[in-house]
């Protein structure tokens, strides 16, 4: 199972920040949050990945609180292109390693 | 940035017949790599992990003899989908990541293959 609870839909105007919160609060003292998204019939789509800083990269601001029981990702002026689901993973161990579990996400609709 | 090359993105075949989908990792190693499987309207679902040079772990639920995969080289991995049959209809997907670089390295993902059996 997912170890992430996210909305199941957010709305954003055109041009406005998209604030996408995300709670993991079973995450543990290493492991990371990563945002990936998924525009209709395509594969999912890197964003960002974080431990307990704050990140940025050209695409996106990532904001993790203190506790690292919560997350939010933040498009900083949304475009009709980001209408999209995001996911908010945390990896699940596996043997050898990890694997990502997708959960329901959450379906941003960027509005004109 | 990384890229995964998924082929095809389109198939289209008769109910009994078997289908290979490859996945290539194009500018990295992939010492992993993963299938799942999306039917309209829902999330992925994990189908199976593979380590190069390893035999795959499937998930609860996934027939190993229905759905072969191998991972015999850093950069490809192929699914077989051994007898197709109409519920295999769906989105297939796969995703490779470098666990030799650093650990926490994010996976990428193809653009995914869909296939119909009618």
């Known amino acids: 199972d997912a170890k992430t609870t996210q909305p199941p839909s957010m709305d954003c105007a055109e041009g406005r920040a998209a604030n996408l919160p995300c709670n993991h609060s079973?995450?543990?003292?290493?492991?990371?949050v990563y945002w990936y998204r998924q525009i209709h019939s395509q594969g999912p789509q890197y964003i960002i990945h974080?431990?307990?800083n704050n990140e940025t990269n050209e695409m996106a601001s990532l904001i993790i609180t203190e506790d690292r029981k919560s997350s939010t990702l933040i498009l900083p002026h949304a475009t009709l292109r980001d209408t999209a689901v995001y996911y908010c993973i945390v990896r699940v161990a596996n043997t050898g390693g990890f694997k990502t579990i997708f959960g329901a996400g959450t379906r941003l609709f960027v509005k004109a | 940035g990384a890229v995964v090359s998924q082929h095809p993105s389109w198939v289209i075949c008769k109910s009994g017949t078997s289908v290979k989908i490859e996945c290539r990792s194009l500018d990295f190693q992939a010492t992993t790599m993963f299938w799942y499987r999306q039917f309209p309207k829902q999330s992925l679902m994990l189908m199976a992990t593979?380590?190069?040079?390893?035999?795959?772990?499937?998930e609860q639920g996934v027939e190993k003899d229905k759905f072969l995969i191998n991972h015999a080289s850093l950069t490809l991995s192929t699914l077989t989908v051994t007898s197709a049959h109409p519920e295999d209809s769906s989105f297939y997907i796969c995703?490779?990541?470098?666990?030799?670089?650093?650990?926490?390295?994010?996976?990428?993902f193809g653009d995914g293959t869909r296939l119909s059996i009618l």
């Open positions: 593979s380590n190069e040079g390893s035999k795959a772990t499937y």
């Open positions: 079973t995450i543990s003292g290493n492991e990371y």
């Open positions: 974080g431990l307990k």
């Open positions: 995703s490779a990541r470098d666990g030799r670089t650093a650990p926490n390295q994010p996976q990428h």
